[in-house]
């Protein structure tokens, strides 16, 4: 740290996102990517935007992208809000909607940002401990006295409440905003987007790093009530007017309107899915119940950091966590189903060279 910067950061501790590796190749399971290419559809979208127009600011109201979005999501254009990532958006949510009175309320086991958002933005973190099965009970979030934030499915363990549930949460905070990260919810979790036109506290949060196979393009967006997103706006238009690119609002709009492409990789990684959990399972592993496009998993004989170092050497990244009431578990983001058949064999090899 230098002596410059400023005792607000003192202590702060950024997030730490998973490698990214330049160097080896691996078979990269370890930031919930889509093994899958961005639909081709896509591809020509963003080579159309790479002329002379490069040399303007994009649209700061991204209003094509929105139309787009609003008429696939059933909702109006006011309803909808895009970032330069969801991790943008949720920092303009931390902006809005938290401060000194306001605590941010959110799992002790959930997506790892939320608390250096919370530090960032000098809130309170209220935790919510995970029941014992790493499950989210509802009545813990009754009259939660602050923004509730809750990731569904849930990271890392990819477990994910109703819709009831959810409806419950935000009926039981009436003064409160109760923001549904949805980044996973396309594999196999339901969306709480039509409860946003039911209930003007419920802001749902989404990506296009992980369904729509565009992590590099940095996409996601915010829904619900018009006066939420104006908010919202407030934060963005105080902070990075122009936050999306012109790559990234033709790709995003094409990306809505491939649907095909869309559904056929969603269905594809659940189908893998399915596999690696049973295969895993077969292995002797916990597999904890995934409606996410990974898998939280861990072995009695196999310590979580030991068994991610041993993929490693063997070229396989995933993902391991030190929290405590975790560290026996890794992350396993689900590939394509030959990347998934690798992990399992080496798997099984890491296992039998231990015995
Ligand atoms: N929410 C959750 C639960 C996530 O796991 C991630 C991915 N790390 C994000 C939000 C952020 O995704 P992005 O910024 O790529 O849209």
Do not use: W
Request: aromatic share 10%; proline share 5%; net charge negative.
């Amino acid at each position: 740290m230098s002596r410059f910067l400023s005792s607000r950061f003192a202590t702060l501790t950024p997030y730490t996102p998973g490698e990214q590796p330049q160097n080896r190749k691996y078979i990269k399971l370890n930031t919930n990517e889509n093994p899958y290419p961005p639909s081709p559809a896509v591809t020509e979208a963003i080579r159309a935007s790479t002329g002379e127009e490069l040399k303007r600011y994009p649209d700061p109201t991204a209003a094509n992208l929105i139309r787009t979005m609003a008429e696939y999501c059933g909702v109006s254009e006011e309803q909808v809000i895009f970032g330069n990532g969801s991790d943008e958006i949720l920092a303009f949510c931390f902006l809005a909607f938290c401060d000194r009175k306001v605590p941010a309320c959110f799992a002790d086991i959930t997506y790892g940002f939320y608390k250096v958002f919370a530090e960032l933005c000098a809130v309170e973190a209220r935790i919510i401990p995970l029941t014992g099965d790493f499950s989210i009970n509802p009545a813990d979030y009754h009259r939660a006295g602050g923004t509730v934030l809750i990731a569904n499915p849930n990271a890392p363990t990819g477990m994910s409440l109703t819709l009831a549930q959810i409806e419950e949460i935000a009926v039981s905070n009436p003064d409160n905003i109760v923001i549904v990260d949805e980044a996973y919810v396309d594999f196999g979790a339901e969306s709480a987007v039509p409860l946003t036109l039911r209930y003007d506290n419920l802001l749902v949060v989404g990506t296009f790093s992980k369904s729509r196979n565009l992590a590099g393009a940095r996409l996601g967006y915010a829904i619900g009530d018009s006066k939420l997103i104006a908010d919202l706006n407030t934060v963005k238009y105080s902070f990075n007017p122009y936050n999306v690119n012109r790559l990234t609002l033709a790709a995003g709009k094409a990306a809505i309107e491939d649907r095909n492409y869309f559904t056929d990789c969603c269905n594809a990684i659940i189908e893998t899915r399915e596999f690696t959990t049973q295969a895993l399972r077969d292995a002797g592993f916990t597999v904890l119940p995934s409606k996410a496009n990974f898998v939280f998993v861990k072995n009695d004989r196999l310590h979580g950091e030991e068994y991610y170092l041993k993929l490693k050497e063997r070229g396989i990244l995933v993902r391991h966590f030190t929290d405590a009431r975790i560290s026996d578990y890794v992350r396993i983001t689900i590939g394509t189903r030959q990347e998934m058949e690798t992990l399992i064999k080496t798997t099984k090899l890491i296992l039998e060279a231990i015995q």
